[in-house]
């Protein structure tokens, strides 16, 4: 069965960094594009990030492009985002989830999400 | 702001057939770009829902369908469940942001 366990959310203060981490279990990771997605409370859904599976190709939606950073550990099943120069904009659950990089879809169920917030 | 729109809400009886629909333009869905939904049900993640605009993954019900035809496309739920009370959201990719956007979302009341 698959599954996705996001952690490492939680409050910074503007201009701070964090460091955000799914574990990745019931399917074969090394074979799987990956994303984040990310929804502000009471809002809809932010594509953020993609990784391809190897994880030498990744890409990042405009408002967080040279701010965050996308990787993955194939031997140890786990995806990463590094969040660096933080916003109160950037103030979401983020979710992990597979990217199907043909239809350009995030398949199937998605991680629990993990709550950053970032306030002063 | 999204460029893919949504009505806010719809509502109907048990039973009964609804649609939502989603508005892009040439650079996304009328790019031929293809169209996907997702269903997030009260307190949790999004799950994938609808696929490449008219296909379900298994396990869903084939009580849900899509189309897609020029700028727009559609989802409907066919014999409406209490069960089905959840947000929808509709997804592509748009050429001119470079992003894979989602709409706007719509909240389905039974």
């Known amino acids: 069965q698959v599954q996705l366990v996001e952690s490492g959310g939680g409050l910074v203060k503007p201009g701070g960094s964090l460091r955000l981490s799914c574990a990745a279990f019931?399917?074969?990771?090394?074979?799987?594009?990956m994303s984040w997605i990310r929804q502000a409370p009471g809002k809809g859904l932010e594509w953020v990030s993609y990784i391809s599976s190897s994880g030498n190709n990744f890409f990042y939606a405009g408002p967080v492009k040279g701010r965050f950073t996308i990787s993955r550990d194939n031997a140890k099943n786990s995806l990463y985002l590094q969040m660096n120069s933080l916003r109160v904009e950037d103030t979401a659950v983020y979710y992990c989830?597979?990217?199907?990089?043909?239809?350009?879809?995030?398949?199937?169920?998605w991680g629990q999400g993990t709550l950053v917030t970032v306030s002063s | 702001q999204s460029v893919l729109t949504q009505p806010p809400s719809v509502s109907g009886a048990p039973g009964q057939r609804v649609t939502i629909s989603c508005t892009g333009s040439s650079s996304n869905i009328g790019a031929n770009y293809h169209v996907h939904w997702y269903q997030q049900l009260p307190g949790t993640a999004p799950q994938l829902l609808i696929y490449?605009?008219?296909n379900r993954p298994s396990g869903v019900p084939d009580r849900f369908s899509g189309s897609k035809s020029g700028t727009s496309a559609s989802l409907a739920i066919t014999g409406l469940q209490a069960e089905d009370e959840a947000d929808y959201y509709c997804?592509?990719?748009?050429?001119?942001?470079?992003?894979?956007?989602f709409g706007t979302g719509t909240k389905v009341t039974v």
């Open positions: 490449t605009n008219n």
């Open positions: 019931g399917f074969t990771f090394s074979d799987q594009y």
């Open positions: 997804q592509s990719y748009d050429s001119s942001l470079s992003d894979y956007v």
């Open positions: 989830a597979r990217f199907d990089s043909t239809g350009y879809y995030f398949r199937g169920a």
